[in-house]
């Protein structure tokens, strides 16, 4: 009940006061992106049970001759690439710590169709609700390994407590403002998941 209730309070105020700095990436999104502003997309959130993230909008619509859309690298523009690197595309899931989606700390949302390539021991990241940040990212982002990723994940599962949320959220802080581990290394973003062998 207090991470719950710690996640409204926050998750409310920031919004409030972050609202007209908001408006102005939302704005900025339009002018370079077009629309939508936002990026809907199901993740897997507590027990693997699927909800809609929002994020704002990074990436430009574009497909290749298959209809498909191309890699990220081909997608992603200078500017989308600003709004990852600080961060502002997350803001809006804080909408969805409101709703109860998600947490402001916690194992960060990945792709549904992860969900039956995890190992049995990966599969328990989502016995927490998913992050906004986690242990995770302040500790390295995306430039660590999927298999790291994942031990840092369920570490956070085992040993969470209020004490170890505020200390994951003055440390999203500083790995906000140095911008470090924004993409994996040779990728755009992150590699995909292929899955690891039971």
């Not at 309070?9 to 002018?31: D, F, G, N, Q």
């Not at 549904?112 to 016995?127: I, S, V």
């Not at 505020?166 to 911008?179: A, G, N, S, Y």
């Amino acid at each position: 009940m207090i991470k719950r209730t710690l996640d409204i309070v926050i998750a409310a105020s920031v919004l409030l006061i972050a609202s007209p700095l908001l408006l102005i990436v939302a704005l900025a999104v339009r002018v370079n992106l077009g629309t939508p502003v936002l990026f809907r997309q199901r993740r897997p959130g507590l027990h693997g049970r699927p909800f809609t993230m929002v994020k704002f909008r990074t990436m430009r619509d574009a497909v290749g001759r298959d209809g498909r859309p191309l890699p990220d690298a081909d997608r992603l523009t200078p500017f989308g690439k600003l709004l990852r690197s600080t961060s502002l595309d997350e803001v809006p899931e804080l909408w969805n710590v409101l709703r109860g989606d998600m947490s402001l700390v916690g194992p960060r949302p990945l792709l549904m169709e992860y969900l039956d390539r995890y190992t049995p021991e990966q599969a328990r990241r989502h016995e927490s609700r998913p992050g906004v940040t986690g242990w995770a990212q302040v500790h390295g982002r995306n430039a660590v390994s999927w298999e790291e990723r994942f031990r840092l994940d369920v570490w956070y599962v085992e040993h969470q407590s209020l004490t170890l949320d505020l200390q994951i959220l003055m440390r999203t802080f500083t790995t906000v403002l140095r911008r470090t581990g924004v993409s994996a290394k040779g990728e755009a973003t992150m590699a995909t998941f292929e899955g690891k062998a039971r």
